[in-house]
């Protein structure tokens, strides 16, 4: 409950956050009305910077036990790489998350427009990430705003960590779970087309 109420009691920066990855969405979406080849060009460039990771996933859905191996693997990358790094310690500086999560906004919708077989994984893994990178990101930036405007370090602190054992991390997992699980069945044994972009040199 104590999680909650300090999200209850930071509900503007939840509210910025979560207007920032809308802002992103929405762009996308402007963006495919206006010139729908170059966004999907624009999306795939965004995308191809994920490709050593993205590749690496593929490789390790295609072994024994692959969904559960995957699961693992995009829990920890997530959660180190998305909470830890760009939602909570660039939180420091306040203004980051709010352009990360901007850009995953914009990729989320100009992905799916391009491989519509991927909306299957987005649907319902983009509720719980997201979630997960915006709890964390309003533990990190109120650090931040406290750091440089002045207020309570500590207590700023105590709550970051509190919404991150208690939210951040059961979140990112439910996601990886759900995540590992349907590329599984969607690229495995759907065998529905992999990112074209995946096989290029």
Known sequence: ???????????????ALTAAF?????????????????????????DKLRKPVVKIIFEILEKPQGAFKAVLFIFVLNLLGGAVLWATVSGLLI?????WLALMGLLVVLVVAKEPQRLPIAIPVVPFEVGAFIVAATGGVNI??????GGDIVLAIREGLTLFYTLVIP???????LEGILA???????????????SEN
Not at 23 to 39: E, H, P, R, T
């Open 1 to 15: 409950m104590l999680a909650f109420q300090i999200l209850i009691n930071r509900w503007e920066l939840v509210l």
């Open 22 to 46: 809308l802002a992103g969405a929405v762009a996308g979406l402007m963006f495919l009305a206006i010139n729908k080849d170059k966004a999907l060009k624009f999306g795939v460039k965004l």
């Open 95 to 99: 203004i980051p998350p709010f352009l």
């Open 144 to 149: 931040g705003i406290n750091l440089f405007f």
């Open 171 to 177: 979140l990112q997992l439910i996601a990886a779970f």
């Open 184 to 198: 599984h069945r969607v690229y495995i044994v759907q065998r529905k087309p992999l990112p074209e972009w995946l």
